[in-house]
């Protein structure tokens, strides 16, 4: 596909607000961007971003029409209170003190029985206050879905960064946000329309040590049920881009299309000698 030629019904923003991803989130793109920018297409009709995580790619670029969607459910609900809720997020927000005792009091919350009844402006609260406090900013579950990092030390964490917050607001006004998995994509996304992927990175091998992709629990067949729904996307006319781990296999999965290695800075690890670059795939049907 060429995406120069496509003549684009899409208005452009008359100014973008200066924000980020509200939250830091596990393989979050923030650091990629300068390979991903200029990849996007320079036109397109609606954006997807059906694994969107904390959303680094949707907050730089601010298309005018995007659905955004991942499988988890705490995530959607804080996108949704950022959304429509901000200012009692904001008043409970600002209730948490940044103590340790608070921390694993809070943290422990959705083990307890009433945890399901509690408002989305709560829920949302309490994930953002973890999320900023927590041990390098990892939001991780266990296999009950209960969260389960430790308190992280830090001299003086922002929790409450309320210009920013106010930022995602204000460009999320009109967008879509859904709870589910990426499958949906196939029927919603038409002619012209932009698809950015970024699942679960597939594992660079067998012998690697990939932990923090199974927590997601996207298996290899969830890697193949994808490739096939870009084959689909691709037949239908719609633009893909989609971030991977260079596993050999991916490159079997999208041959034909557009790959492009590229040296991402990786951000979140507690161990230190697996953090600097790695090479990943960045492949496009365009
Ligand atoms: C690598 S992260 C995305 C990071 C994001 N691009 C960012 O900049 O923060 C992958 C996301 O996929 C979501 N996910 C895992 N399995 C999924 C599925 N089957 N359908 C949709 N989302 C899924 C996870 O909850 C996670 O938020």
Request: aromatic share 14%; hydrophobic share 35%; proline share 6%.
């Amino acid at each position: 596909m060429n995406s120069d030629s496509f003549d684009s019904s899409q208005i452009p923003l008359p100014y973008s607000l200066r924000c980020k991803p509200f939250l830091k989130w596990a393989g979050g793109k923030s650091r990629l961007l300068p390979e991903l920018e200029p990849r996007t297409p320079r036109k397109f009709k609606r954006y997807f971003e059906p694994f969107v995580g904390g959303g680094a790619l949707f907050f730089s670029l601010q298309p005018t029409v995007a659905t955004l969607s991942d499988m988890n459910g705490d995530l959607i609900e804080t996108w949704k209170a950022v959304r429509d809720s901000l200012p009692r997020l904001l008043e409970d927000l600002k209730k948490h003190p940044y103590e340790s005792d608070y921390f694993y009091q809070l943290r422990d919350a959705d083990r307890q029985k009433g945890y399901a009844r509690w408002s989305t402006v709560r829920k949302a609260s309490r994930l953002i206050y973890l999320n900023k406090t927590c041990f390098n900013g990892l939001y991780r579950v266990n296999s009950k879905g209960q969260f389960n990092t430790p308190f992280g030390r830090y001299v003086n964490p922002t929790i409450v960064d309320e210009e920013n917050l106010r930022a995602c607001s204000r460009v999320l006004q009109g967008v879509l946000i859904e709870h589910r998995s990426f499958g949906d994509i196939l029927s919603e996304a038409e002619s012209g329309d932009f698809v950015y992927f970024d699942p679960p990175y597939a594992p660079i091998s067998s012998t690697s040590d990939f932990t923090s992709y199974t927590s997601e629990g996207f298996s290899v067949s969830d890697q193949e049920t994808l490739a096939d729904l870009c084959r689909r996307l691709d037949k239908k006319g719609v633009f893909f881009m989609l971030s991977n781990s260079s596993a050999s296999f991916i490159k079997k999965l999208y041959e034909g299309f557009r790959i492009e290695t590229v040296q991402a800075p990786r951000a979140i690890n507690s161990n230190a000698s697996r953090r600097g670059k790695i090479a990943e795939f960045i492949i496009r049907n365009y």
